[in-house]
């Protein structure tokens, strides 16, 4: 059948400088950003591997989720831009459409609000799980170990080639993770679990059993509900990040989700991704005020000191990060309506931001304050301690994870993830007796 269409298959030649010889690689296009060499049959063909460790130049997979441009500042999902879902749109409303993909209609929207408000309890028996925790233990600790023993929970989703079972344990993920998160909080300072309530929204009903105790409800204003949904939504997902591909890596040898979430967890632990905003207040009370901001500066820009400004710089991001520009804003609104203002730690970031944005140090390397930068701020605000930060990005994540690792194992050629390495250890060699060593 021929296709008028039909377009030629655009390719990349690469020659090997010693040889001679060269290889017509073809090209793969998405529908916006730079095309992909397609290396697959590489090292078959060539006998070389690619070598890319931080995969800095390596795509992993199609993906029709999100999609980012760095040099623009642009995020969106599924096509939709960030910031017009931060304005317009709801956490539950975007976790729809990471998941099945289309904005959902009314009737989708009830029926998907139900489920997920409905499935908000845990098995009593996971608290005893956390009481197997030190009371001091760090709750992102909490959270890998707990999250991934849901899996010896709920039996009945585990079987990853069932549509169905695959859609409920995304479920499962989604409503359970912000009573997980509240009782890895409650757990550290002592205080009675909360249940959940039914009759709140997503972002009140966490922060409901975050803050409610037995004896006082707490009572939440909109605009802090709403600054915490906009959390949520601008961490949802955010491509093939070190903790998405964690999930992705991990799930490609079949793993059950609850265990791939927890791997994500694990991964995004650390401050160069997850742990960032965490370290952007530790880093602020060190610095403790104005008048010290060109001392740490100058430790930031010292290759022998290991220093670094939290919440400044991406991967991705050679420009503002969309979604910093977003938190910017309801930054100031929390702290307004919270009566804040004028604390002394904001002021101190906004200092931080002015000069670093001005110094040629970081305007030549494109570092500028992403999202940890603000979310920090916001939640410490909210009352969230620092050690809780990493905890609700993990929170907010789950839900780009799981539609992240459902499309994966919806993909009819998806296989184990393997990369492969150049070895430049020592080369075959004898084994030694111990008297002769
Ligand atoms: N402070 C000082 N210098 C920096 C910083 C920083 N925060 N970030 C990058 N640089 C310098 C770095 O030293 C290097 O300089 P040179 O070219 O002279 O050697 C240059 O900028 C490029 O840095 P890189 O390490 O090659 O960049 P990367 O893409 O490997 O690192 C990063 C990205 C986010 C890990 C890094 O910018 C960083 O450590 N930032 C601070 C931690 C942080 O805020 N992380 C949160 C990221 S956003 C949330 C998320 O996605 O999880």
Known sequence: MSDQHHQPQKTFTITNDETGESWVLPVVEGTVGPPAVDVRKFYAETGHFTFDPSFTSTGSCKSRITFIDGDEGILMYRGYDIKELAEKSTFLEVSYLLLYGDLPNKA??????????????????????????????????????????????????????????????????????????????????????????????????????????????????????????????LHADHEQNASTSTVRLAGSSQANPFACIAAGIASLWGPS???????????????????????????????????????????????????????????????????VS????????????????????????????????????????????????????????TIGWISQWKEMIEEPAHRIGRPRQVYTGPTARPYVDMGKR
């Open 108 to 233: 989708e929207m009830d029926d998907f609000h139900h489920t997920i408000t409905y499935h908000t309890m845990v098995h009593e028996q996971i608290i005893n799980f956390f009481r197997g925790f030190r009371r001091d233990a760090h709750p992102m600790a909490v959270m890998c170990g707990v999250v991934g023993a849901l899996s010896a929970f709920y039996h009945d989703s585990l079987d990853i080639w069932d549509p169905r079972q695959r859609e409920i344990s995304a479920h499962r993920l989604l409503s359970k993770m912000p009573t997980l998160a509240a009782m890895s909080y409650k757990y550290g300072i002592g205080q009675p679990f909360i249940y959940p309530r039914n009759d709140l929204g997503y972002a009140e009903n966490f922060l409901h059993m975050c803050f409610s105790v037995p004896a006082e409800d707490y009572k939440c204003s909109p605009t802090i509900a709403r600054a915490m949904d906009r959390i949520f939504i």
């Open 342 to 397: 004028d604390d002394p730690m904001l002021e101190l970031a906004m200092e931080l931001e002015r000069i670093a944005l001005e110094d040629p140090y970081f305007v030549e390397r494109k570092l500028y304050p992403n999202v940890d930068f603000y979310s920090g701020i916001i939640l410490k605000a909210i009352g969230f301690p620092p050690n809780m930060f990493t905890v609700l990005f993990a929170l907010a994540r």
């Open 273 to 339: 991704h997850g742990g960032a905003n965490q370290a952007v207040l530790e880093m602020l009370s060190e610095i403790g005020s104005k008048d010290r901001i060109p001392e740490f500066l100058e430790r930031a820009k010292d290759k022998d000191d290991s220093f670094r400004l939290m919440g400044f710089g991406h991967r991705v991001y050679k420009n503002y990060d969309p979604r910093a520009e977003v938190l910017r804003e309801s930054c100031h609104e929390v702290l307004e309506e919270l009566g």
